[in-house]
């Protein structure tokens, strides 16, 4: 589901990616719609670098993200693969092993790409 970034979710963007400046995705030219997806593909150089930005996260931003997951708000659809297995393990050292299980169901069954 295509959404505006709320200011909270800016924040949480910008608390996991300083260097972000703007909330164009470069390769649509289209907003931001979602967090993970921008983070993965603009600013983590790869996924050892993706988990230290999520590591900039605090518990209360990291519920967040879940729950706008589980809601359907927040994409997954073009994390890479390796990068989602990195959520899944930080999730589950963060939040515990039923929040990851949860996000990799809703992974697992959805489709689409929303930057």
């Known amino acids: 589901m295509a959404r505006i970034l709320s200011e909270r979710d800016v924040t949480i963007l910008k608390r996991s990616a300083p260097e972000c400046l703007g909330l164009v995705c470069a390769g649509s030219g289209g ?3 979602s967090i993970l997806p921008p983070l993965a593909n603009h600013y983590a150089t790869d996924a050892e670098d993706f988990r230290k930005r999520l590591e900039r996260l605090n518990d209360d931003d990291l519920r967040y993200l879940v729950g706008l997951i589980l809601d359907g ?16 393990t930080f999730v589950d050292d963060r939040l515990g092993r039923d929040a990851a299980l949860a996000i990799l169901q809703y992974y697992e069954r959805e489709d689409g790409c929303a930057r």
């Open 73 to 88: 708000s927040e994409s997954l659809g073009c994390v890479p693969p390796e990068h989602i297995e990195v959520f899944l």
């Open 31 to 33: 907003p931001y719609r």
